[in-house]
């Protein structure tokens, strides 16, 4: 190969400049080439890059460190393979040294720009500091490390060059490598200078663990400030050596309150673990003194230490109060900390803590006598406080319980002023049916101002102002209350004279308009068209609701961006930054236009050329464009202050560094290579901040891969590395590359790709970044599952080859790929696994989507970390979250209620599985969660495959789980409250019965409590044969003793001969000195139950009673019967005895089961689901993986204690025998682990005055004792025993499970507290359903026609608006239905526009099945507008297709009397429906004009011919030839492309065709697919490319049209399997078509921005040195 250095004398040579010597290029390359070589590089481990390169030395490493599968990793044939299916898969063209000289080219003219004694100096290495802040950003980055040896600069000078942009990541990671080497203090001295974001922090932490080494920095003489600390990750915490810890005067540090806060969550966990660990719990909050200084880092603490400051005598509970009012921490832990306060002091924080406190805490604080204030009293504080936000983030229980207490109990119907006034904005917590209920008169402007909130909803905004008109106060009044506009119908808003004027009132109009319809928008856009351009319209527009620039199109803004402009500067610097976050709103396609118009802008271009000037497209400050010196920049930290800065220049830009997020493919190949990490990490900046589940368009991730391809072309090129495969290509990236491109860009190149990097510690850092990747994104880029599991198991072979084992380090490093890796994961402590999941795993990390092998392994996880469900706290359950969906049912089924219910409003408000993704392949609208889970777990099957049928399962599993949860919150508030009348509703009559109601059917208690006093009844009465005295003596004799025994092994005790007077004193003395630990405490709980259960089993066989003696039916007895008893369980193992005779909470399958079949059902479905439960090994046991082939039987073995006798109603298995047990029950223990009672009584004692003795023997003996039997009809002694056993029931009674004494307090006397309830066993409430939030969307149409017909009504608002899956609207819809009153009575149908707007996701099931009841007249458009938005509405459906039919003979629509273009815009996707003459007729041009972008581009539909040529014509006339069409011009108009025809499609540019759109492709013929050639193909957007169908390429499409195809859509498993398939089908055609006239390989793009000149001197100039 011919060196770079040579190349670059041809390419230089074709450069003027007068200042230039000759052999300046030369020297610089030698001089960039020399020192890559001798520089450290920037990994994990700093070796010299001469380590790794040439690449024969990478390999050299691999083998040396025994890198798995290091043969093939160094295999140049698999080298080739990986690169030629990237060049085949995703596009990724060669890249020859002739296109990487002109990336170079870009970077020498800026050098030759610079001054000659600059460059001299550069040349010289001879530079200053000010020297190197003058070079361009670009040589910065890319310098070597020797560079910046010599500048003497100081960490502040080193943090300044940081900070003249601090969105440029690039340059902080670049700069933070270039220090690790360097002095504490100096690296201290940057981090305290550097204006860093708060969104790069973590990214920080990172360098600062993992490169500086913090945790080992002993021996320095300067420390760290909390700031530098709080960022590194928890695993560094964690590693923090002693010595460390003491010489960096952490504990002095950690007293820092406001550094303190901006620890996140997890941080706060792994800080708080260290000091404890370190310092221990004195030091944290054992003294005044220690709670002063560290009271703070209780919000890192687990539960059971925050209990331990309940009743501590030593702190005054006015500290503990201090340290609430000023600490961010998670509610559970406040709840705890309430506990240990004086009443006194939760007087003062409660209006401050009342959000974060558990209903039964809200309850108990006002039932305390002392309490001075009254709810009255709170009312104005606590609704400002909880009803000033968009949504209410209280819990809604907890809204609930104040409210109430401000509500008289009258019903609505009766209410007058007062109530109204007394609830005040409160009045959120009713229901638009509940509103309707009240009388009109006293909805006032004044009563308005007392009641309305912005929390309110648009049915209920929507019920107040029919309430409001209805007295005509409308009339009389000025003006408008704003939070009302958001209720405006649009035909008022569109009137003559509305009840506004735009001029006074537009800002109050833009922000209601968030609650509007899509009817009521456009009405909206419709009234701000006429002053749209004005700039104070526009800046009002922008810093408010941007997306009333929706309907505006590509051509149009590029005319007015000036405008836009001119409106942002008008908005001053004051609203920059909020404007800067606002226009991301704007859509995709006009911050495209922004782009592609400000390129076209003088001095946007780098000449000659095409490239973008980067100080253009950055909006850098320049010589020319010096910032106001005057204007404060109020956010310096912020990642667009220096575009800030750039803003306040008098010489104005523009800003195109505001609308980076719609770069297109084109624009993004035009990016100067040098400036490629700089860009993307603004461009990521504003992709990242969209939201939690926010991702980048697939088109724009994978040309940015290609730009990174592009610019480590560059840097082989400048450092003169032979680069012969994809692999060696990304060895090139440094720690500081990889840290810019991110893991979602990165995933681009698939799994096999990425673990085959030639350089093993490239590898190790792309692997890393990849693991720190949102799980959501990877179900919507270019790897499968097989590409997880891959990448997981490479990265966990590496971290275990460098720690020797798996440890916490080893989880935190692998990260989100944990759950894909394989069972040497579960050698991990339990310590480091809990650790892992509570202080390195974010809420957004949580919701991972796993196949059923590694949703075990993640289980077993679980189980070995945080023990049996059954002793799960809430925060427990709160740490988990969305992982809980890899659990059994059995396991969630264990969970204690009281955990469930305190943990359930932070399950239901932090659950992702019902958000809604994007561009999910081969889907047109977004999809839920975990749908697109299912989607991506299908792989080419998708959707209909068994694996996301079991993840659809598993979500509803969790999801119900939650609602049970929500349901108990509710139950704690309705058994203490007196509801009001008005919302009462008949549920103290739902609440009795239900509390009678087990989850199986029966209350234990109860009929423990009946035979109990049956047999004392009968024994006083001198009724009980002697016989059947002895028996009553020995079964209670032998619980009793199985109860101590029990306890005993449970508490690790030796029972050692004590009586059972003595085991009590023994158990007492644990119980008040709190020695029992959590799972103890849970253990003896249900030990309890067991007790009473195996008293009813034995004592009704020998008191005769029969199912109607105990108010049972005959199967509830037999269920009794068959339950096992005294089973213990190993810490971690699950067992499924003390569920085998529940009803599973959470099985959409169980409605309507009796007791044997759901057990049944727990027992096989759970292992259909998900694997078997863990089981139990000894403690000496070798640690066993899961299997997916165990069955029950053999994965559920139990520790049992040596006395538990065989349950009444069970068989045994026979020993050496595998027979499984009986339906619904579990295997009893086998003979030579259980001793049988039965046996031991076949003699009792001879005499009856024995008993006695009898008992005392049997409280002492190992085993039961055996006595003679006697006839003897003397009276025994019963009640002596009778009341020890209610002793022991009082005590057990007392040990309240988790010690939650105030939380248990208020909870029914229910046992739905004792075991958790089944969905079928309950009765929800609508206030059940809004506590759930999006987890409710998992209930089935049997639990709503469980709710009271007037519960279902208050809902229907809140039913209407859950994401409910697709599949299951029709049958909730007809639930609904059957359960509304008006919806059966013929006068009050049909549906009208009120109706409809508490329906909305509703509405396509009531259009498929009953399309008939709904009003389709033109008052009730804003209805109609929102079942025109669901793009799911079937677009050949006979039903749905009427509607447009009819909404046209209603409202007399004719050509004449054409549609409005909100009408138009309204009926969205129902305009499928019209008929060719309607398409033609009845929207007209100007209409077509303003509904395309915002509305037409959406639709889903097939059309004839004509239609299609006739919306071509009028597309084409908007927007003019093809030919001319931008991406943001054909990314408008969506699915109308679908109707160009071949010849329009095919004279598309091919850097136009990322706009084609998934809708689009999707409807194209063969003829229009066949038009498009390779090029054109292959630029198609992934996403896009997804729809195109086997049906589309037959009977033949090109070879090269394939390629294109293949290069685009490889990304998508179907599409794949489709190419692949028809690939011998088409070899026939291919033959025919090089016989004839193959069609030229199309050629462009970027290359042919480099002058050809210059490549042909290239080559002249090598050939003459060559002498050739």
Known sequence: MLTVVLLFVAAVSALSDEDLEPGQEVQILKSLALKFRTAENDFTQASPNSAYFPFVKSRKENERIKRLNSSTVNSDVYMKKITEQLKTWRGFEEIDSAVALTYANLMFETFYNLSPDLRASFLQSSMSADDLQKLPLSWQYLLPHQFYDDLGLDGAGFAELVNSSPGNTAMLYKIAMVLRDESVAMRDAFMNNLNLPDQYREDMGYILGYRWGIESEADSNFDYTMSTLLHLPSDVVMGINNATFDNLNIADKL????????????????????????????????????????????????????????????????LLAEVLDNTEMNPLRVQELWEALADVDREKSFIAQASNLDVSQILSHYDTPNIIHTPHQHHVMLETAWFSEDKINVPWVNSL????????????????????QGLGRFLAILSPAEIDLIPAIDFNSTMLGMILSSTLSLPQLNSIYLKYLDNNYLVADATLNPILLSALPSATILSANPPFIWSQDKTNLLVASAKYSPGQMHSLHEISKPGHWASANLSAILSTHPQCMSDVNPREFRVKLDYVVSAIYTAGPDKFHSIATKVQKLPRHLLMAWLEEAHTRPGSKRLPGEWWNSDVLLDRVTSTSVPDSGTINPFPSHPMAAQFNRFTSANRSMLPSLALAGMSCHCINLVETPDTMEVLALYRYHSESQGDVAAMPSSSRRCWAKKVRQFLHLKALLFNVTVNSESELLSLLTTADIKTVGGEIFLTWGGPALASITHPEVMHEVLMAVGHTRPHLYLRNGVTYTCMKIMANALLDTMMREEGGINFRVLAHVHNLVPYTDTRVLKAGPADIRLYVSSVLSPTCKAVCLMKKERELVRQMILQSYGPPSTWLPLDLVELGDLLVVMARSDLAAVNP???????????????????????????????????????????????????????????????????????????????????????????????????????????????????????????????????????????????????????????LEREGKTQSEVLAVLAEYKEAGNMSEAQNVQVQMLAVDTQVRMIQELVQVLNLSADDLDLTEDELGTILARHTFVLRSPGAVSTTMLANRTLPFDETSEGTDGESVADELLINDAETTSNPASIESKNAPEASPSEDSDDNSNNAELTTDATPASSGTTAPSPGTDAPPSPGITAPPSPDTVSSDRSSSASTSSTASTISSTVSSAASSSTPTSTAATTSSTSAPLNPLIEEENDFSELLKNTELTDFIIFSAYEPESAYFTTLPSMDSITLSCDVVIAAGSSASSISSSDIARM??????????????????????????????????????????????????????????????????????????????????????????????????????????????????????????????LREDQWRDLITPSVFSSILTE??????????????????????????????????????????????????????????????????????????????????????????????????????????????????????????????DIESEMQMGDMKDMMTSPEPEPTGGVGANYPSGQVLLCFLVIMVTFGL
């Open 401 to 420: 319980a104040i409210a109430f207490s401000y509500m008289n109990n009258q019903e609505f119907v009766s209410w007058t002023y007062k109530e109204l």
């Open 1495 to 1620: 509305h037409l581009a959406l639709l889903d539909c097939s059309v004839s011919a004509t239609t299609s040529v006739h919306l071509a014509t009028m597309l084409t006339t908007l927007y003019g030839s093809t030919a001319n069409w931008t991406s943001s011009d054909l990314l408008s108009t969506g699915w109308m492309a679908s109707t160009l025809s071949p010849d329009q499609l095919s004279q598309l540019t091919h850097h136009a065709m990322e706009g084609l759109t998934g809708q689009a492709v999707k409807h194209l013929s063969r003829q229009q697919l066949g038009s498009l050639s390779h090029h054109q193909l292959s630029k198609l957007s992934p996403h896009a490319a997804s729809f195109i169908s086997r049906e589309q390429l037959l009977p033949y499409t090109n070879m090269h049209r394939r390629r294109g195809i293949r290069a685009a859509g490889g990304e998508d498993e179907k599409l794949v399997d489709v190419m692949e």
């Open 898 to 1052: 009281t955990s469930l219910r305190m943990a359930s409003a932070q399950l239901a408000s932090s659950t992702l599985f019902a958000s809604s993704l994007t561009e999910i392949r081969s889907q047109s609208s977004p999809l839920l969660y975990h749908e697109a889970c299912g989607a991506w777990l299908g792989g080419k099957d998708g959707r209909q495959s068994d694996e996301a049928v079991a993840m659809f399962k598993q979500w509803k599993m969790l999801a119900n789980f939650i609602v049970v949860g929500n349901f108990l919150q509710v139950e704690v508030l309705l058994k203490k409250i007196d509801v009001p009348k008005p919302r009462s509703g008949g549920n103290e009559f739902r609440r009795k019965r239900q509390a009678q109601t087990l989850t199986d059917g029966i209350d234990y208690k109860s009929i423990y409590t009946i035979v109990m006093n049956d047999m004392k009844a009968k024994f006083d009465a001198k009724e009980l044969s002697d016989t059947q005295k002895m028996e009553a003596t020995r079964v209670i004799t032998e619980t009793q003793k199985m109860l101590g025994d029990s306890s005993f092994a449970v508490l690790g």
């Open 1348 to 1473: 009271s017909s007037k519960e279902v009504m208050n809902c229907l608002s809140t039913l209407g608006h859950l994401p409910w899956p697709p599949s299951v609207t029709k049958s909730i819809w007809k639930a609904v239905k059957e359960k509304v009153d008006s919806l059966q009575d013929s006068t009050m149908l049909p549906i009208k526009r009120d109706e409809m707007l508490q329906f909305g996701t509703l509405l396509p099931a009531i259009a498929a099945y009953d399309s008939e009841l709904l009003d389709m007249g033109r008052k009730n458009i804003d209805g109609i507008s929102l079942l025109g938005r669901f793009r799911t509405l079937s677009s050949d459906d006979p039903a749905i297709l009427n509607l447009v039919q009819l909404f046209i003979t209603l409202n007399n629509v004719s050509p004449t009397n054409p549609f409005t273009s909100t009408e138009a815009a309204s009926l969205g996707q129902l305009l499928c429906g």
């Open 255 to 318: 007293e820092d309150t406001s550094m303190w806060g901006l620890a996140s969550p997890q941080s706060k966990v792994a800080w708080f673990t260290k000091f404890e660990g370190r310092k221990g719990w004195r030091e944290v909050a054992g003294t005044p003194h220690h709670m002063v200084r560290h009271g703070h880092l209780l919000s890192g603490a687990p539960l059971d230490k925050l209990r331990e400051l309940k009743g501590n005598k030593e702190i005054e509970t006015s």
